[in-house]
């Protein structure tokens, strides 16, 4: 591409010679000249192109001009768009300063401690999105992130550009040993009819049908020879009981709710590092139901800490609301399905359900009477004098 800016003349006319000599005699640069016909082709710089038409205007010679492309051109061209220009200095700018500081951290060789704990631990020695990355001191920083860790042996502080690589090496801690041999027996955890039993070690107490009270023992971890002499030793098993369990859920029929109003709202901010800009006017509405995304700015498949959070909210009321007794049946049902999915142990079997509906003082509730079938084991140590 051409720096200076050129122009393509096409000069016709009858007073052609005329025209020639004049160009000649102001001795303006003139290039690639031929004559084709009554046409006289040439080349000359921008600047002269006032010059050349006033010859042509006193020979009255007939011009034809274009400007070859060139970055002069271009610029020139581009002289007043002010946006573009503040553009590209902002572009310059951010790659000058994106390479001069840590934008992106990567942590290699860590099983054990998480990558929220070595950032953590790297903040508090001021390595971060956003820190020059001629004030780190690798040595110090690599030393003082062994130190601040226990579960780290070894680390090593590396940069590319602005990528800054964390290697480290855990200790390797050796196993512990459970404690599966200390003594114990197999006491009941509640009141229940034993309904099926799995003895792996010890002595059983009671058999499928024997009612027990809670702490009562069903296998035991003591043994006694006929010589007299006692044993102790690790009890295990599987007792399985039926027993009863209550529970109730309350609710009143007349309460206040966060109700939506059907108005959205979309706030978006500015994110650089950890500094966050408002592109909204107004407050935040903290107590509305809210759904958060960013999206920060990718180059050359790096993730930049420059990007826009969007931050859509659901604007709700506080509103008082009067239930009917089936509205509020139906959800304290919710609340009672939800504690049989999340509360009743694993394996637990429901044999019956009985719930009773009461209504008092404006309020309703369900007590839920159930007949269940599940462990009923709980291990209580022997301790040895």
Request: proline share 2%; glycine share 6%; aromatic share 8%.
């Amino acid at each position: 591409m051409k720096m200076k800016r050129s122009m393509r003349i096409n000069a016709k006319g009858k007073q052609l010679n005329r025209f020639i000599n004049a160009i000649h005699q102001h001795r303006i640069d003139c290039r690639g000249q031929f004559c084709r016909g009554e046409v006289f082709y040439f080349d000359i710089y921008r600047r002269d192109l006032k010059e050349v038409r006033d010859i042509a205007k006193n020979c009255d010679i007939e011009l034809k001009t274009a400007e070859y492309d060139s970055l002069s051109a271009r610029l020139f061209r581009y002289r007043r768009r002010l946006g573009l220009l503040v553009g590209v200095l902002l572009a310059f700018t951010a790659a000058l300063y994106f390479s001069q500081v840590v934008v992106t951290i990567e942590i290699e060789g860590n099983s054990v401690v998480s990558d929220e704990v070595i950032l953590s631990a790297l903040e508090e020695l001021n390595i971060k999105a956003g820190t020059p990355v001629c004030k780190i001191n690798i040595p110090y920083c690599e030393n003082k992130l062994r130190l601040m860790i226990d579960d780290v042996a070894w680390a090593g502080i590396r940069h590319t550009g602005s990528r800054l690589v964390v290697q480290v090496t855990e200790v390797e801690h050796v196993p512990e040993m459970l404690l599966d041999r200390v003594p114990c027996n197999i006491v009941a955890s509640r009141n229940a009819e034993i309904s099926s039993v799995l003895v792996r070690s010890g002595q059983l107490k009671h058999i499928v049908g024997d009612y027990v009270p809670k702490g009562t023992i069903l296998i035991s971890g003591v043994d006694e020879t006929d010589n007299g002499r006692t044993f102790v030793h690790h009890a295990m098993g599987d007792i399985r009981g039926i027993y009863e369990e209550n529970v109730s859920f309350s609710a009143p029929f007349h309460a206040e709710e966060a109700l939506p109003t059907g108005r959205i709202d979309t706030q978006r901010t500015l994110r650089l590092f950890s500094l966050d800009i408002p592109l909204y006017f107004g407050k935040r509405n903290s107590s509305a139901a809210s759904e958060t995304e960013e999206k920060n700015a990718v180059i050359f498949g790096h993730e930049l800490p420059l990007g826009i959070k969007t931050r859509t909210v659901a604007e709700t009321t506080v509103t008082e609301k009067d239930y009917t007794e089936e509205e509020l049946t139906e959800k304290l049902m919710e609340r009672v399905y939800l504690y049989e999915n999340n509360f009743l142990g694993d394996g637990t079997k429901i044999l019956s359900r009985d719930i009773i509906t009461e209504t008092n003082d404006g309020a309703l509730t369900l007590r839920a009477a159930y007949r269940l079938e599940g462990s009923i084991c709980e291990q209580r140590d022997i301790f040895i004098k």
